[in-house]
Protein backbone atom coordinates (compact mmCIF):
# COMPACT_ATOMS: atom_id res chain seq x y z
CA UNK A 1 0.00 0.00 0.00
CA UNK A 2 3.01 2.22 1.32
CA UNK A 3 4.77 1.58 -2.33
CA UNK A 4 1.69 1.89 -4.34
CA UNK A 5 0.48 5.19 -3.10
CA UNK A 6 4.09 6.90 -2.96
CA UNK A 7 3.66 6.03 -6.63
CA UNK A 8 0.78 8.00 -7.58
CA UNK A 9 2.31 11.02 -7.42
CA UNK A 10 0.37 12.81 -4.53
CA UNK A 11 1.53 16.77 -4.32
CA UNK A 12 0.82 16.84 -0.39
CA UNK A 13 2.36 14.28 1.89
CA UNK A 14 -0.83 14.91 3.91
CA UNK A 15 -2.80 13.55 1.06
CA UNK A 16 -1.08 10.23 0.58
CA UNK A 17 -1.25 9.52 4.11
CA UNK A 18 -4.94 9.83 4.09
CA UNK A 19 -4.94 7.18 1.17
CA UNK A 20 -2.66 4.60 3.35
CA UNK A 21 -5.05 4.93 6.56
CA UNK A 22 -8.06 4.10 4.64
CA UNK A 23 -6.75 1.62 2.37
CA UNK A 24 -4.94 0.19 5.60
CA UNK A 25 -7.98 0.46 7.61
CA UNK A 26 -10.06 -1.35 4.87
CA UNK A 27 -7.36 -4.04 4.96
CA UNK A 28 -7.22 -4.50 8.43
CA UNK A 29 -11.81 -4.17 8.09
CA UNK A 30 -11.99 -7.04 5.85
CA UNK A 31 -9.33 -8.99 7.01
CA UNK A 32 -10.57 -9.24 10.44
CA UNK A 33 -14.40 -9.65 9.50
CA UNK A 34 -13.49 -12.53 7.40
CA UNK A 35 -11.67 -13.85 10.43
CA UNK A 36 -14.67 -13.52 12.47
CA UNK A 37 -16.99 -14.52 9.90
CA UNK A 38 -14.93 -18.09 9.25
CA UNK A 39 -14.96 -18.57 13.21
CA UNK A 40 -18.47 -18.17 13.39
CA UNK A 41 -19.47 -20.67 10.60
CA UNK A 42 -17.44 -23.68 12.45
CA UNK A 43 -18.93 -22.45 16.25
CA UNK A 44 -22.44 -22.55 14.38
CA UNK A 45 -21.64 -25.60 12.16
CA UNK A 46 -20.40 -28.15 15.38
CA UNK A 47 -23.42 -29.18 16.08
CA UNK A 48 -26.31 -30.68 13.58
CA UNK A 49 -28.65 -28.46 15.28
CA UNK A 50 -30.16 -26.00 12.66
CA UNK A 51 -30.24 -22.28 14.37
CA UNK A 52 -33.01 -20.08 13.32
CA UNK A 53 -32.35 -16.29 12.39
CA UNK A 54 -33.96 -15.10 15.04
CA UNK A 55 -32.54 -16.75 17.55
CA UNK A 56 -29.71 -14.37 17.37
CA UNK A 57 -32.82 -11.82 19.23
CA UNK A 58 -34.29 -14.34 21.63
CA UNK A 59 -32.99 -14.71 25.57
CA UNK A 60 -34.77 -18.06 26.18
CA UNK A 61 -32.65 -19.85 23.93
CA UNK A 62 -30.00 -22.15 25.01
CA UNK A 63 -28.61 -22.79 22.10
CA UNK A 64 -27.74 -19.61 21.22
CA UNK A 65 -26.38 -18.74 24.75
CA UNK A 66 -24.14 -21.70 23.72
CA UNK A 67 -23.07 -20.54 20.29
CA UNK A 68 -22.21 -16.78 21.34
CA UNK A 69 -20.32 -18.35 24.53
CA UNK A 70 -18.02 -20.52 22.03
CA UNK A 71 -17.77 -18.04 19.70
CA UNK A 72 -16.59 -14.91 22.16
CA UNK A 73 -14.39 -17.49 23.61
CA UNK A 74 -12.47 -17.86 19.94
CA UNK A 75 -12.79 -14.61 19.21
CA UNK A 76 -10.97 -13.82 22.84
CA UNK A 77 -8.03 -16.38 21.75
CA UNK A 78 -7.58 -14.87 18.47
CA UNK A 79 -6.96 -11.16 19.98
CA UNK A 80 -5.51 -11.81 23.36
CA UNK A 81 -2.25 -12.26 23.38
CA UNK A 82 -2.07 -12.51 19.53
CA UNK A 83 -3.15 -9.40 17.83
CA UNK A 84 -2.78 -7.58 21.02
CA UNK A 85 0.70 -7.96 22.26
CA UNK A 86 2.58 -10.50 19.40
CA UNK A 87 1.97 -8.03 16.18
CA UNK A 88 4.17 -5.23 17.91
CA UNK A 89 6.59 -7.17 19.89
CA UNK A 90 7.93 -8.55 16.24
CA UNK A 91 7.76 -5.40 14.84
CA UNK A 92 11.42 -4.11 16.08
CA UNK A 93 12.72 -7.67 14.87
CA UNK A 94 10.78 -7.84 11.55
CA UNK A 95 10.97 -4.16 10.85
CA UNK A 96 14.03 -3.15 12.23
CA UNK A 97 16.73 -5.86 13.51
CA UNK A 98 15.88 -8.49 10.11
CA UNK A 99 16.17 -5.64 7.21
CA UNK A 100 19.34 -4.12 8.58
CA UNK A 101 21.20 -7.17 8.71
CA UNK A 102 19.89 -8.55 4.85
CA UNK A 103 20.83 -4.98 3.70
CA UNK A 104 24.37 -5.03 5.17
CA UNK A 105 24.56 -8.76 4.25
CA UNK A 106 23.60 -7.54 0.89
CA UNK A 107 26.24 -4.87 1.12
CA UNK A 108 28.96 -6.44 2.03
CA UNK A 109 28.55 -9.16 -0.82
CA UNK A 110 28.21 -6.92 -3.76
CA UNK A 111 30.56 -4.27 -2.77
CA UNK A 112 32.57 -5.39 -0.45
CA UNK A 113 33.45 -9.12 -1.01
CA UNK A 114 32.49 -9.38 -4.56
CA UNK A 115 32.77 -13.27 -4.14
CA UNK A 116 29.66 -14.18 -6.75
CA UNK A 117 30.08 -13.45 -10.27
CA UNK A 118 29.12 -10.28 -11.81
CA UNK A 119 25.79 -11.59 -13.53
CA UNK A 120 24.85 -13.26 -9.95
CA UNK A 121 25.79 -10.07 -8.19
CA UNK A 122 23.40 -7.47 -10.67
CA UNK A 123 20.49 -10.40 -9.92
CA UNK A 124 21.06 -9.79 -5.99
CA UNK A 125 21.56 -5.58 -6.42
CA UNK A 126 17.48 -5.58 -7.39
CA UNK A 127 16.96 -6.34 -3.37
CA UNK A 128 19.84 -3.69 -2.24
CA UNK A 129 17.87 -0.57 -1.48
CA UNK A 130 19.08 2.55 -2.76
CA UNK A 131 21.47 0.73 -4.74
CA UNK A 132 23.12 2.52 -7.80
CA UNK A 133 22.89 0.94 -11.42
CA UNK A 134 26.90 0.09 -10.93
CA UNK A 135 28.01 -2.72 -8.68
CA UNK A 136 31.53 -1.10 -8.55
CA UNK A 137 30.94 1.40 -5.93
CA UNK A 138 28.02 2.11 -3.40
CA UNK A 139 28.34 5.93 -2.19
CA UNK A 140 27.83 6.97 1.22
CA UNK A 141 24.74 8.27 1.03
CA UNK A 142 23.12 5.57 -0.57
CA UNK A 143 24.20 3.58 2.13
CA UNK A 144 23.00 5.77 4.33
CA UNK A 145 19.44 5.45 3.27
CA UNK A 146 19.59 1.81 2.85
CA UNK A 147 20.30 0.88 6.48
CA UNK A 148 17.93 3.70 8.13
CA UNK A 149 15.15 2.46 9.74
CA UNK A 150 11.36 2.72 8.92
CA UNK A 151 9.35 6.29 8.80
CA UNK A 152 7.18 7.02 11.18
CA UNK A 153 3.96 5.15 10.23
CA UNK A 154 1.10 7.09 12.23
CA UNK A 155 -1.68 6.11 9.11
CA UNK A 156 -0.93 2.24 9.75
CA UNK A 157 -0.89 3.20 13.31
CA UNK A 158 -4.09 4.99 13.44
CA UNK A 159 -5.74 1.61 11.52
CA UNK A 160 -4.82 -0.60 14.09
CA UNK A 161 -6.29 1.79 17.02
CA UNK A 162 -9.73 1.99 15.18
CA UNK A 163 -9.80 -2.01 14.65
CA UNK A 164 -9.36 -3.07 17.99
CA UNK A 165 -12.23 -1.29 19.49
CA UNK A 166 -14.46 -1.90 16.68
CA UNK A 167 -13.78 -5.78 17.45
CA UNK A 168 -14.20 -5.21 21.01
CA UNK A 169 -17.41 -3.67 20.98
CA UNK A 170 -18.55 -6.17 17.81
CA UNK A 171 -18.91 -8.52 21.02
CA UNK A 172 -21.08 -6.82 23.01
CA UNK A 173 -24.34 -8.10 21.79
CA UNK A 174 -22.78 -11.75 22.92
CA UNK A 175 -23.79 -13.73 25.90
CA UNK A 176 -20.27 -14.48 27.38
CA UNK A 177 -17.91 -13.88 30.33
CA UNK A 178 -15.31 -13.64 27.94
CA UNK A 179 -16.46 -9.93 26.73
CA UNK A 180 -15.54 -8.27 30.10
CA UNK A 181 -12.35 -10.09 30.09
CA UNK A 182 -11.49 -8.94 25.90
CA UNK A 183 -12.37 -5.31 27.05
CA UNK A 184 -9.55 -5.67 30.43
CA UNK A 185 -7.37 -7.00 27.41
CA UNK A 186 -8.02 -3.80 25.14
CA UNK A 187 -7.75 -1.77 28.24
CA UNK A 188 -3.79 -4.37 28.70
CA UNK A 189 -3.43 -3.27 25.40
CA UNK A 190 -3.78 0.90 25.24
CA UNK A 191 -1.44 0.71 28.53
CA UNK A 192 1.10 -1.38 26.51
CA UNK A 193 0.47 0.45 22.99
CA UNK A 194 1.51 4.19 25.02
CA UNK A 195 4.64 2.87 26.07
CA UNK A 196 5.39 0.58 22.99
CA UNK A 197 4.94 4.14 20.43
CA UNK A 198 6.82 5.91 23.07
CA UNK A 199 9.70 4.06 22.82
CA UNK A 200 9.13 3.44 18.70
CA UNK A 201 8.42 7.09 17.56
CA UNK A 202 11.49 8.36 19.20
CA UNK A 203 13.70 5.35 19.45
CA UNK A 204 12.86 3.20 16.73
CA UNK A 205 11.79 5.02 13.72
CA UNK A 206 13.34 8.00 11.66
CA UNK A 207 12.41 11.26 11.80
CA UNK A 208 9.10 12.04 10.10
CA UNK A 209 6.89 15.61 9.73
CA UNK A 210 3.46 15.10 10.08
CA UNK A 211 2.56 19.34 9.86
CA UNK A 212 -1.26 19.05 8.73
CA UNK A 213 -4.20 18.01 10.97
CA UNK A 214 -5.49 16.14 7.96
CA UNK A 215 -5.01 12.42 9.13
CA UNK A 216 -6.04 13.11 12.34
CA UNK A 217 -9.57 14.30 10.96
CA UNK A 218 -10.19 11.43 9.01
CA UNK A 219 -9.33 9.38 11.39
CA UNK A 220 -11.99 11.10 13.58
CA UNK A 221 -14.20 10.65 10.94
CA UNK A 222 -13.22 6.73 11.75
CA UNK A 223 -13.77 6.63 15.34
CA UNK A 224 -17.87 6.81 14.82
CA UNK A 225 -17.76 3.37 13.04
CA UNK A 226 -17.05 2.04 16.79
CA UNK A 227 -19.36 3.94 18.47
CA UNK A 228 -21.91 3.14 15.30
CA UNK A 229 -21.06 -0.41 16.56
CA UNK A 230 -22.10 0.08 20.09
CA UNK A 231 -25.38 2.44 19.00
CA UNK A 232 -26.25 -0.97 16.96
CA UNK A 233 -25.75 -3.67 20.41
CA UNK A 234 -27.83 -1.31 21.90
CA UNK A 235 -30.57 -1.70 19.81
CA UNK A 236 -30.67 -5.74 19.64
CA UNK A 237 -30.32 -5.68 23.49
CA UNK A 238 -33.50 -3.49 23.34
CA UNK A 239 -34.89 -6.00 20.71
CA UNK A 240 -34.14 -8.98 22.85
CA UNK A 241 -35.68 -7.38 26.22
CA UNK A 242 -39.33 -6.33 23.79
CA UNK A 243 -38.39 -2.44 24.26
CA UNK A 244 -38.96 -2.25 20.32
CA UNK A 245 -42.39 -4.44 20.12
CA UNK A 246 -43.54 -3.04 16.16
CA UNK A 247 -40.60 -5.23 14.74
CA UNK A 248 -41.83 -8.92 14.99
CA UNK A 249 -40.03 -10.56 11.85
CA UNK A 250 -36.47 -11.75 12.19
CA UNK A 251 -35.27 -9.93 9.12
CA UNK A 252 -37.03 -6.58 10.35
CA UNK A 253 -34.49 -6.61 13.26
CA UNK A 254 -31.82 -7.08 11.48
CA UNK A 255 -32.82 -4.32 9.29
CA UNK A 256 -33.39 -2.13 12.75
CA UNK A 257 -29.54 -2.69 13.94
CA UNK A 258 -28.26 -2.25 10.72
CA UNK A 259 -30.12 1.12 10.57
CA UNK A 260 -29.25 2.14 14.13
CA UNK A 261 -25.51 1.94 13.07
CA UNK A 262 -25.90 4.22 10.31
CA UNK A 263 -27.97 6.38 11.83
CA UNK A 264 -25.41 6.67 14.70
CA UNK A 265 -22.89 7.51 12.29
CA UNK A 266 -24.57 9.94 10.25
CA UNK A 267 -24.79 11.78 13.61
CA UNK A 268 -21.31 11.88 14.14
CA UNK A 269 -20.22 12.78 10.80
CA UNK A 270 -22.85 15.69 10.34
CA UNK A 271 -22.00 16.77 13.85
CA UNK A 272 -18.13 16.92 13.80
CA UNK A 273 -18.40 18.08 10.51
CA UNK A 274 -20.84 20.68 11.29
CA UNK A 275 -19.40 21.78 15.05
CA UNK A 276 -15.91 21.30 14.64
CA UNK A 277 -15.02 21.79 10.68
CA UNK A 278 -12.42 19.79 10.48
CA UNK A 279 -11.81 20.80 7.02
CA UNK A 280 -12.24 24.38 7.22
CA UNK A 281 -9.03 26.31 8.03
CA UNK A 282 -11.05 29.84 8.87
CA UNK A 283 -12.37 28.14 12.19
CA UNK A 284 -8.09 28.20 12.87
CA UNK A 285 -7.60 31.93 11.99
CA UNK A 286 -6.19 32.53 15.28
CA UNK A 287 -3.84 29.52 15.29
CA UNK A 288 -2.78 29.91 12.03
CA UNK A 289 -1.66 33.86 13.33
CA UNK A 290 0.11 32.34 15.87
CA UNK A 291 1.92 29.59 13.76
CA UNK A 292 2.67 31.81 10.65
CA UNK A 293 3.43 35.40 11.97
CA UNK A 294 5.85 37.98 9.87
CA UNK A 295 9.17 37.61 9.52
CA UNK A 296 9.98 41.18 11.71
CA UNK A 297 8.15 39.72 14.09
CA UNK A 298 9.93 36.58 14.67
CA UNK A 299 12.92 38.65 14.02
CA UNK A 300 12.04 40.22 17.29
CA UNK A 301 12.02 36.97 19.81
CA UNK A 302 14.23 34.67 17.75
CA UNK A 303 17.86 34.08 15.94
CA UNK A 304 16.60 32.88 13.43
CA UNK A 305 13.88 33.09 10.61
CA UNK A 306 12.16 31.77 7.71
CA UNK A 307 15.54 33.17 5.46
CA UNK A 308 18.14 31.41 8.01
CA UNK A 309 16.89 28.21 9.56
CA UNK A 310 20.69 26.86 9.69
CA UNK A 311 20.72 25.69 13.12
CA UNK A 312 24.50 25.67 13.72
CA UNK A 313 25.21 29.00 13.07
CA UNK A 314 22.02 29.80 15.21
CA UNK A 315 23.32 28.20 17.86
CA UNK A 316 26.70 29.61 17.59
CA UNK A 317 24.81 33.38 17.33
CA UNK A 318 23.02 32.51 20.81
CA UNK A 319 26.36 31.54 22.63
CA UNK A 320 28.59 34.07 21.38
CA UNK A 321 26.16 37.35 21.18
CA UNK A 322 22.73 36.80 23.28
CA UNK A 323 24.65 35.25 26.82
CA UNK A 324 27.42 37.43 26.26
CA UNK A 325 27.23 41.15 27.82
CA UNK A 326 27.71 44.17 26.11
CA UNK A 327 30.91 44.65 25.56
CA UNK A 328 31.23 41.00 23.93
CA UNK A 329 28.80 42.16 21.62
CA UNK A 330 30.47 45.22 20.63
CA UNK A 331 33.73 43.64 19.61
CA UNK A 332 31.21 40.97 17.55
CA UNK A 333 29.68 43.75 15.84
CA UNK A 334 32.96 44.81 14.70
CA UNK A 335 33.54 41.59 13.10
CA UNK A 336 29.77 40.60 11.46
CA UNK A 337 29.96 44.47 9.45
CA UNK A 338 28.81 47.20 13.04
CA UNK A 339 25.32 45.15 13.47
CA UNK A 340 23.72 46.89 16.18
CA UNK A 341 22.90 45.29 19.57
CA UNK A 342 19.16 44.88 18.57
CA UNK A 343 19.53 43.23 15.27
CA UNK A 344 20.60 39.60 15.65
CA UNK A 345 23.36 38.10 13.06
CA UNK A 346 21.65 34.87 12.46
CA UNK A 347 18.41 36.61 11.94
CA UNK A 348 19.14 36.92 7.97
CA UNK A 349 16.90 39.86 8.05
CA UNK A 350 19.15 41.99 5.33
CA UNK A 351 21.55 41.32 2.94
CA UNK A 352 24.84 40.64 4.36
CA UNK A 353 23.48 37.75 6.85
CA UNK A 354 23.62 34.14 5.97
Known amino acids: IYFTSYELGFHRKDRRDVVIF ?10 NAFQICVTAIQVYNQTAEHVKPGSFF ?33 CPIMAGLVPYL ?38 VRFAEKGLEGMEL ?28 QV ?10 YYCFCR ?8 AQ ?9 HVNLAWGIPLSVIASSWC ?56 DPPVEEVKKSTLYTWFNCNPVYALKCKHLIVQGNESQWNRAAKVFHGRKFDNPIASGFDGVSV
Open 58 to 90: EVRSLVRFAKEHALARNVFLMLNPGMFFVGNLM
Open 236 to 291: IWALRTDRFTFVTTAWGKYALTFGAFCLSYLLWFVVYMVKVQPFNRHDMRWVNDLE
Open 153 to 180: GLPWDYAGNIMFPTVCCFLLPLSSPHIW
Open 209 to 217: YYTTRMVDS
Open 183 to 192: FRGLFCWAAF
Open 199 to 206: YMHLRFFR
Open 102 to 139: WNLFLMKVIYIWQCLPRPLLRCLRVFLPWAPLSIDRYP
Open 22 to 31: WANFALTFIN
